[in-house]
């Protein structure tokens, strides 16, 4: 298998292509500035966001109890509940089910939670027909690609781009890439597989602990259009989506859309407590690593989040360098300190694409400190992560330096010293990745200390 | 009232200016203000590196340095914020540590200041001042707006404070960030740029040097007529009409 | 089976902090122009709000809207259609449905969602699987955020019950907000006395 590349690597070949990287940064300032607009009308917003985060801290704190009461109210709703371990788990029981009932042809929503358990290619390898049908998600199942954003899957294609797509899956005419035309197309498309699905996949925005149902939130319909017409409901859902009380949703839902895209609520939020008559609705509650971060005192609150994607839309570096760049199921801040717990190796770049800014952490309508987490998961990977002599020395060697004040002096006097005389050639050279497309500063003829001594020490 | 200033070690070494015009600034708000000689860093740059551990001996001296100071006053909103975070735990016995434009107007309580400066200016809001200082009120955030380097600049003479499309974006210097991602931190930066240009800035400003050294950077690579200073430049200022004409 | 609900559960027991409190629930009460409040926020999701109409509004709407050969559908008493759902077993029947009329139970002003439990839309998948939606909503049932509606209705009431906040819109291609994803193509809501 490939390495994956560090994001720098990744983000420096998206970035080559410099319209793109600024339609793409553009497209999600204009989401993050709705965000803004929306927030701006709720003279409470701020008073949310603490209460969001301190139901999400007794989550947290009480989680094994509250699934429990969970998954005993959903039994006496009619739902069977299963319990993953692992995405391998959760995938057998998917597998299970659709055997069980003998389904070949399924219909799935947005669910970010099995694109982490890469369950679409678990059941394509065996013969399963599974379609994406939210739009975002069927371009790029089209595409082949994964969803390079959690709320918006094909923000990284232009719309000429999705008519190409269209035009060889759907037969839409060549050229075309009006949105109006590629989505009544897209429509005619998937209902004929909502009408003949058997089987709905949907992920899960809020399961309720007091009542055993759950919350999914679409603006298309699709995840209702495929439950309501199937004969069997599974519902795939992190064991972190839980919330106490179904009044909880007062709070979760003025925050959620309104983060996400500055909608005041998705246009469609639908709350499953039973299956229909003679029908089955199925829940698979996951871990997957979220246990194990849960024990990490530092990271434990990433789990507080929502799925909102207000961390991407605000973030310069993701805006920039694309949800690929990130080269994990979730991009952008809160795949950065998310990811890492589940593959410290695999992911030890994503907490160093970050500038530390801070906005992540303060657009987050759970408060979750992001960016203090980017920062903690540094001194780990230092720590545990890939070794970096060179960078290790040279940190060492700084540190030793700024420890001894008589040595410091020196040695930025040297350095000063040695940028004056030398010649242009030697400073920029390939090794010096500040001077690729910046300068340095002119040096001065003297440091403030020595100013100091001779006007103010005498 | 006794005051350390603490100078973040590329300032020492690459824009005393920027420290003198800090220095003149507490001075002439009758501050009794020393320079501690052997100061040096505040170790920031490993920590945020992940190697906090090496930060360790540049903080105990920091620590040392300013001992005997009520204040800790420092140019430079993300010295500030680390040293805040990581040397001092805000015990009662430690000296208090304040970025130069909140000492000013939430300490000193200053009014009004005799600089002029006829230029259009511009005002990067530095991330760790921003956010983590509370210097201004973020744009994700709401509430009631506040913003002590504008309100600092507002009392310059003849000054044309320009607004920006994007307001506090961050510039993509991040530290060894401008090196390790070096392609995103550059274009960055370069937005950053284009935005005060599309509004007609002649000068950029902030509270952080850090910052504007990336912004410089560039501006010179791209031989632009655009400046950067440190807003204790602009606050401390004495420039007649004639010169800018 | 069960091995893993258990060794999820130690792990939690073992990994997670001390129990920290449960927030009250927050209350923000808010009642200032309440119809022109909800109004706006439907605008914004792409649906309309009528108002100061009777039930002959409606009637008259879906003669100027809908040819005689369309498949009406009304749950709503005094107002006729020319489908009948009681012979409706299979949801699948509903697939040419043009448009359908309900009620619903709450309408949020601050979001324009309405409260549609199960009992008032027949069959789950008739809001979606509709061309067109018609709702008709009470003026004293407007409510000023969700605190409130969630204080008035008991979601587990009902095996399935769902906000309806406008018709079914994306705008996954390059942003460009569309009416008319999967489920309707339009939402007209008629608030009444």
Redesign the interface.
């Known amino acids: 298998m490939k390495a994956t590349p560090t994001?720098?690597a990744a983000?420096?070949e998206f970035?080559k292509d410099e319209e793109r990287?600024?339609w793409h940064?553009d497209?999600l300032?204009?989401?993050r500035s709705k965000r803004?607009v929306a927030?701006?009308k709720?003279?409470?917003?701020?008073?949310?966001r603490t209460?969001a985060s301190?139901?999400k801290?007794?989550v947290?704190?009480?989680?094994?109890q509250l699934?429990?009461q969970f998954?005993k109210n959903a039994i006496e709703?009619g739902i069977e509940v299963?319990?993953?371990?692992d995405a391998d788990?959760h995938n057998q029981h998917v597998l299970r089910i659709l055997e069980e009932n003998q389904v070949k042809n399924l219909v799935k929503s947005k669910s970010i939670l099995t694109e982490e358990c890469g369950l679409n290619h678990f059941l394509e390898d065996k013969g399963y027909d599974v379609v994406d049908?939210?739009?975002?998600e069927r371009?790029i199942q089209f595409n082949k690609q994964v969803p390079s954003h959690i709320v918006?899957?094909?923000?990284h294609l232009?719309?000429k781009e999705?008519g190409d797509i269209f035009h060889e899956h759907l037969g839409t005419d060549a050229g075309a890439d009006d949105?109006?035309y590629?989505?009544?197309a897209?429509?005619q498309h998937?209902?004929q597989k909502?009408?003949q699905a058997k089987a709905a996949i949907t992920g899960v925005n809020f399961g309720?602990a007091e009542?055993?149902?759950f919350v999914v939130c679409t603006?298309?319909?699709?995840a209702?259009?495929g439950?309501?017409?199937a004969d069997l409901h599974i519902a795939c859902m992190g064991?972190e989506k839980l919330i106490?009380?179904?009044?909880?949703?007062?709070?979760f839902?003025?925050l959620l859309?309104r983060s996400a895209?500055g909608?005041?609520?998705?246009?469609?939020?639908?709350?499953?407590?039973?299956?229909?008559p003679g029908k089955k609705m199925y829940l698979i509650?996951v871990?997957n690593g979220r246990?194990?971060q849960?024990?990490r005192?530092d990271f434990?609150n990433s789990l507080k989040c929502i799925r909102c994607g207000a961390c991407m839309n605000?973030c310069?570096?993701y805006r920039?360098?694309s949800g690929f760049s990130y080269g994990s199921t979730v991009p952008g801040p809160i795949g950065s300190i998310l990811s890492p717990g589940m593959d410290l190796k695999k992911h030890s770049s994503l907490?160093?694409?970050?500038?530390?800014?801070?906005?992540c952490?303060?657009?987050c309508p759970v408060k979750i400190n992001i960016h203090e987490q980017l920062?903690k998961w540094?001194?780990?990977?230092?720590k545990e992560g890939p070794s970096q002599p060179s960078?290790?020395w040279a940190?060492?060697f700084?540190?030793?330096?700024?420890?001894?004040?008589k040595l410091?002096d020196m040695m930025?006097n040297l350095?000063?010293k040695s940028l004056s005389i030398s010649p242009r050639g030697f400073v920029y050279n390939s090794f010096n990745?500040?001077g690729?497309?910046?300068?340095?500063?002119?040096?001065?003829k003297?440091?403030?200390?020595?100013?100091?001594?001779k006007n103010?020490?005498q | 009232m006794k005051v350390g200033l603490f100078i973040p070690c590329y300032v020492d070494q690459f824009y005393p200016q920027v420290a003198i015009a800090s220095l003149e600034l507490l001075e002439s708000a009758g501050v009794d203000v020393d320079y501690p000689l052997k100061q040096t860093c505040c170790g920031q740059p490993m920590a945020n590196s992940g190697y906090q551990e090496y930060g360790e001996g540049p903080a105990a001296l920091f620590r040392e340095n300013f001992s005997e100071f009520d204040y800790v006053v420092c140019p430079s909103g993300s010295c500030t914020l680390h040293t805040k975070d990581h040397i001092y735990s805000g015990k009662e016995n430690e000296p208090k540590v304040y970025e130069l434009c909140e000492f000013l107007t939430d300490v000193l309580k200053i009014k009004e200041l005799t600089a002029d400066f006829p230029f259009k200016v511009g005002i990067h809001a530095s991330c760790h001042g921003l956010r983590g200082l509370n210097l201004a009120k973020p744009s994700e955030l709401m509430g009631v707006e506040f913003n002590k380097p504008k309100q600092l600049l507002e009392m310059v003479n003849g000054i044309e404070l320009i607004e920006l499309t994007r307001k506090d974006e961050c510039c993509g210097f991040g530290g060894t960030f401008a090196v390790l991602e070096e392609a995103v931190s550059v274009g960055m930066g370069k937005d950053r740029i284009k935005d005060h240009e599309e509004h007609g800035v002649q000068v950029i400003t902030g509270a952080d040097m850090s910052c504007l050294m990336h912004l410089e950077g560039i501006l010179r690579r791209d031989k632009s007529p655009i400046k950067v200073m440190h807003i204790a430049e602009i606050l401390n200022a004495k420039v007649s009409k004639t010169q800018n004409q | 089976m069960n091995s893993s609900k258990e060794a999820i559960i130690a792990a939690i027991k073992k990994n997670k902090p001390d129990l920290l409190p449960l927030p009250e629930h927050p209350e923000y009460p808010y009642e200032d122009n309440l119809i022109e409040q909800f109004q706006s926020s439907i605008k914004l999701n792409g649906g309309t709000a009528r108002t100061g109409e009777g039930k002959a509004a409606i009637q008259t709407y879906l003669q100027e809207n809908f040819t005689a050969d369309k498949q009406v559908l009304s749950l709503v008493d005094g107002i006729t259609g020319n489908f009948d759902v009681k012979n409706v077993q299979d949801p699948h029947e509903l697939e040419h449905i043009e448009v359908a009329i309900l009620e619903g139970d709450w309408g949020v002003v601050e979001n324009a969602a309405i409260w549609l439990p199960e009992d008032k839309i027949a069959h789950r998948a008739l809001p979606f699987i509709a061309q067109h939606l018609i709702v008709l909503l009470k003026i004293d049932k407007l409510l000023g955020n969700m605190h409130e509606v969630y204080q008035k209705i008991n979601v587990a009431d009902s095996g399935y019950g769902v906000f309806v906040a406008g018709p079914s819109k994306t705008a996954d291609i390059e942003q460009s907000l569309i009416i008319g994803a999967h489920g309707p193509r339009s939402m007209v809501v008629f608030l009444m006395e």
Not at chain 1, 42 to 48: G, H, M, Q
Not at chain 1, 378 to 382: A, E
Request: aromatic share 8%; charged share 25%.
């Open positions: 994001h720098a983000a420096e970035l990287s600024h940064d497209t300032w204009h989401v803004d927030a701006q709720i003279p409470e917003w701020e008073s949310l209460t301190q139901i801290d007794n947290l704190s009480n989680l094994d699934l429990l998954e709703n299963l319990w993953a371990k788990e049908t939210d739009l975002g371009i918006m899957p094909a923000i232009k719309k999705i949105p109006a590629l989505t009544e897209a429509r998937l209902r909502f009408i309720i009542t055993g149902g603006n298309e319909g699709n209702d259009m439950t309501h017409l064991i106490p009380r179904a009044a909880d949703l007062g709070v839902l003025r859309a895209t909608q005041s609520i998705t246009n469609y939020t639908s709350h499953f407590h039973r299956p229909r509650l871990d246990t194990n849960l024990g005192e434990r605000t310069p570096i920039r360098s907490p160093f694409a970050s500038t530390l800014c801070g906005s952490t303060d657009v920062y540094r001194q780990v990977i230092t960078k290790k940190m060492r700084g540190g030793n330096v700024m420890s001894k004040p410091f930025g350095a000063r990745a500040w690729k497309h910046r300068e340095l500063p002119e040096v001065p003297e440091s403030f200390k020595e100013w100091y001594r103010r020490k």
